[in-house]
């Protein structure tokens, strides 16, 4: 939202509401056993409520931070609500994960930095307590963690990354079931993942829901059903002759696709930028040959330019060996992306980035 964002209250089902705390709010928990009282996360700090959310309280006792928090994430524990955790993206040295275990008269930094969160907490994080043992915590950061001591060690239950890791990337969202302690849900950039032994195993629950969300997808101009896709964290796809989609080429977040419509051999997959530099792959066999990157300072991209985070690109329709690319200038390619060479001014964007790109087809 472009506005500050709050807590609001109703008295009347919704047809009125009263605004009690002005913040950037990224989660409200009630007390299950004292439902006049709730806790709020902000990007200001922790606030407690103790009327039924019509007045609040700023969290400061024990230094925890407060003022500039970034991200903040908060839980109670079920089967103790004095005990409630707390994780700052940005708390007074960085990322930290706070305890309270007398309902905020006093606090304790458990875990920091890279024990804390294994990236990108300004952009997701979750924490959730066991239903029956205040000290069991689930952290949802970019992997999932456990931690039986309080949130001063954690273990890593998503595994290494590859063939071995069991849960999808960048979690969004943990569940614990009410009365299974050691059952819960997982929600990530990769669907839907249970446990029933604290996070021993998993199993992928998925099942026929279609999760997948694609950037953009690219069609075989010489046979339609061949299609490409790039997709939100779950790399670059492609179809041949059934439904079933296979991979092209693992790059975390896959964009736009091309496939040469002269020439079907060439095909073309994108991805975050890499080091500064746009990530185009390139295949000599086909939707589904061997990629190999293109873009890079050797092959004439500048490494100082400002990319866009989806890089914009686009074959020539007339000779698609002709590739134009944009960063805050325009690339030119006469050669199917192995050179690039720089055309009009070298910063048309004034401080931005280029977002789209089309070729005059007249």
């Not at 004292?34 to 007045?55: L, M, R």
């Not at 994780?87 to 990322?95: D, E, I, P």
């Not at 614990?176 to 993942?193: A, K, L, Q």
Request: proline share 4%; net charge negative; glycine share 12%.
């Amino acid at each position: 939202s472009s506005t500050t964002g709050g807590i609001y209250t109703t008295t009347d089902a919704g047809l009125t509401w009263t605004k009690r705390l002005s913040a950037a709010v990224y989660e409200i928990v009630q007390d299950p056993t004292v439902q006049d009282i709730f806790w709020a996360a902000t990007s200001a700090g922790v606030y407690k409520s103790v009327d039924n959310a019509e007045t609040w309280t700023l969290q400061t006792a024990s230094s925890l931070p407060s003022g500039n928090t970034g991200r903040t994430e908060l839980a109670i524990a079920p089967s103790d609500t004095n005990v409630v955790y707390a994780l700052f993206a940005s708390g007074n040295t960085g990322v930290e994960l706070w305890r309270t275990t007398d309902g905020g008269a006093s606090w304790a930094l458990r875990s920091s930095g890279g024990n804390a969160c294994d990236g990108q907490c300004w952009y997701n994080m979750v924490l959730r307590v066991h239903i029956s043992d205040p000290d069991i915590v689930y952290r949802g950061t970019i992997h999932v963690f456990k931690s039986t001591d309080g949130a001063q060690t954690w273990t890593d239950l998503s595994n290494n990354w590859g063939g071995s890791q069991k849960v999808h990337q960048d979690t969004h969202v943990l569940v614990m079931h009410p009365s299974e302690p050691n059952t819960f849900y997982v929600g990530s950039d990769g669907g839907i993942w249970k446990s029933i032994d604290g996070g021993s195993n998993f199993i992928n629950v998925i099942g026929n829901m279609a999760t997948v969300q694609f950037y953009a997808v690219g069609v075989d101009a010489s046979d339609p059903e061949q299609i490409c896709g790039g997709a939100q964290d779950n790399s670059s796809l492609a179809r041949t002759t059934s439904d079933t989609w296979d991979l092209q080429i693992v790059t975390g977040d896959g964009f736009v696709c091309h496939i040469d419509p002269i020439d079907n051999s060439y095909a073309y997959t994108t991805s975050y930028p890499n080091g500064g530099i746009p990530s185009i792959y390139r295949s000599t066999s086909g939707i589904l040959g061997s990629y190999q990157e293109v873009t890079s300072t050797s092959s004439g991209i500048n490494s100082g330019d400002r990319s866009n985070w989806v890089t914009p690109f686009i074959l020539d329709p007339v000779t698609p060996s002709t590739i134009y690319l944009g960063t805050q200038r325009v690339y030119r390619s006469d050669d199917h992306g192995s050179s690039w060479n720089p055309v009009g001014p070298g910063d048309m964007t004034n401080g931005g980035t280029l977002v789209s790109l089309e070729v005059n087809r007249s």
